[in-house]
């Protein structure tokens, strides 16, 4: 999708809100926007996702897309089940599949309990997943999520970072606003600021492995080749910092988020490559990102598990590994393809 | 489409705004058509009732999202469908009273003309009654459309508008409405039910067109 010369404004003697605006958002991209409060960040995501047409200017090649706003209103008289299987299907699906994804993605983000509630009767955060959930069930090519994370439990916002990730891992393109800004720090592939309504490359810390300050949390997988020197599968998600070692494996380095997808692709890749470890990296690198996250009160999302992950001793009984390395907090989707990759083998 | 309809249909219902509209509908019949009144004159008035049922529909059901979840169903059907989806929803929740009142003329009246002295066959006046009831129906609907969101924006002035575009849609004798209860009304004096071909015929481009260009003017607003 590109967006060429796009301008908005409200009304006819309005001032531009956004003006000049060039964007290219490629498929399988991760592209972060910053900017102050009021500066069009939101005008921005909005006209991304077709609620608004901009005044000048065009965006061409709009895949199928889903929104989350930042504030979901209660004020609507379904179930959350209900609406997510009405959301479900003006997304596309077919009924039941729309049911059936509902209750998944509700399970994702620890609401399966609520899944009965009324709207109106779900607390903040609880409707906040539901508008998460909503955008997800479908999975769109273009996710646009508008400060998603705010009222989510540190959980659900694990579980967002993952969900994100795996949507780019598959190909898709997600657009984010967030306030926080190690919100998936080091796994954007292109960082926007946008100020005075014009919009600008903002600095990324591109080369992310190099500061792993600035990276957040990260996750290194040591992988097995399926054969003698095997090359690794191409487009690996998370574009892993990828070390060959002499004896033929490779240890990949991917921020947190991506971890699950990582472990998926390599497991699900053909010929199948054989996990032997997953370990936050050792050595001063683990400090930062796992020491620097769990200073921070309402940290511990991402890595919760991954840091705990590091406890796995490398090395250690390389099948051993396989099974609880992946799992913790990790969905379960990714444990299956272990288990059946390690049953394969 | 069909989605967007259901979605639309059960916010609708949950919501109980329906409610207000319809009854109101109700107490019209109630009070204006007493059992035994004229057929004809009959019909002609539950149609012009309809006008403000569908009118105060329409803007129940363009209204009842909150901004948030209109997004969520914009992005993923596109701001003209979920907007047109909004105004066919009210158009068909409309249709089950109209047919009802319809039905309810058709059982209470008295099959004779205004000076109860020519008798109506009462099979071709039910076709002309559920007529003008279409074309009340479709005009209330397109004017409801219009004089909402995303035209008129806030409460005070689309329900101002919404009560002036009922008057004007029955007052002038331009108006397709006004055409088919003025049609039914002279009908009644002289006893004979005249199927209102042309209103019918100029009220389905009229309110398409109207609610195309709302739809149209949704996509570019938000």
Request: charged residues 75%; hydrophobic residues 0%; aromatic residues 0%.
């Given at each position: 999708m590109r967006l060429d010369g796009v301008g908005r404004r409200y009304g006819v003697r309005g001032p531009w809100v956004v003006r000049g605006v060039d964007l290219d958002l490629p498929q399988r991209a991760l592209v972060r926007v910053e900017g102050a409060n009021g500066s069009g960040k939101s005008t921005l995501l909005r006209l991304c996702a077709g609620i608004d047409r901009p005044t000048t200017g065009r965006i061409r090649g709009r895949p199928r897309t889903a929104y989350v706003p930042e504030r979901f209103p209660p004020a609507l008289p379904f179930t959350a089940l209900g609406y997510l299987t009405h959301l479900g299907r003006v997304h596309g699906l077919r009924g039941p599949a729309a049911a059936r994804a509902a209750g998944v993605w509700l399970e994702r983000f620890g609401a399966a309990g609520h899944a009965g509630t009324p709207l109106s009767a779900l607390s903040k955060g609880t409707s906040q997943k539901v508008a998460v959930a909503q955008a997800l069930l479908a999975a769109p090519e273009l996710l646009v999520l508008d400060e998603a994370w705010t009222g989510l439990d540190a959980a659900a916002r694990g579980e967002l970072d993952r969900a994100v990730a795996e949507r780019v891992a598959d190909g898709a393109t997600v657009l984010f606003v967030d306030h926080?800004?190690?919100?998936l720090a080091g796994a954007a592939d292109a960082c926007h600021r946008i100020a005075d309504g014009r919009l600008r490359p903002a600095p990324q810390p591109s080369d992310a492995a190099d500061r792993p300050a600035e990276a957040g949390p990260r996750v290194t997988v040591h992988a097995e080749p399926p054969g003698a020197g095997g090359e690794l599968p191409g487009e690996l998600p998370g574009r892993p910092v990828t070390v060959r070692e002499p004896d033929g494996t490779a240890r990949l380095t991917v921020p947190a988020a991506y971890s699950d997808a990582l472990l998926r692709a390599l497991l699900t890749a053909r010929p199948p490559w054989h996990i032997r470890t997953v370990a936050a990296p050792a050595g001063p690198r683990s400090e930062s990102p796992a020491g620097g996250c769990g200073a921070v009160p309402d940290a511990g999302e991402p890595d919760g598990g991954t840091a705990a992950l590091g406890a796995v001793p490398e090395g250690s009984a390389p099948r051993a590994a396989t099974g609880p390395a992946p799992a913790g907090s990790a969905s379960p989707a990714v444990t299956s393809p272990a288990g059946t990759e390690g049953g394969s083998r | 489409m069909i989605a967007l309809l259901r979605y639309q249909t059960g916010l609708l219902l949950g919501s109980h705004r329906w409610l207000p509209p319809v009854l109101l509908y109700a107490g019209f019949l109630v009070v204006g058509v007493g059992a035994g009144s004229p057929v004809l004159d009959a019909f002609a008035f539950a149609a012009a009732a309809l006008l403000p049922l569908t009118v105060w529909l329409t803007r129940v059901c363009v209204t009842n999202e909150p901004p948030a979840a209109r997004s969520c169903v914009a992005t993923a059907a596109g701001p003209a469908r979920a907007h047109l989806a909004a105004v066919l929803t009210a158009a068909l929740v409309a249709l089950p009273p109209a047919l009802a009142g319809t039905a309810f003329v058709a059982l209470f009246s008295d099959p004779r003309s205004n000076d109860h002295r020519v008798a109506v066959d009462l099979l071709p006046a039910t076709a002309c009654g559920l007529a003008a009831a279409v074309v009340c129906l479709l005009l209330g609907t397109a004017v409801g459309a219009v004089c909402n969101r995303p035209v008129l924006h806030g409460t005070a002035l689309p329900v101002c508008a919404g009560l002036l575009g009922c008057v004007v849609l029955v007052v002038p004798a331009l108006s397709p409405a006004s055409a088919v209860v003025r049609g039914l009304v002279a009908g009644s004096m002289s006893g004979t039910a005249a199927m209102p071909w042309l209103p019918l015929g100029a009220a389905i481009p009229l309110s398409a067109g109207l609610v195309a260009a709302v739809c149209h003017l949704a996509a570019r607003r938000g």
């Open positions: 926080d800004p190690r919100r | -």
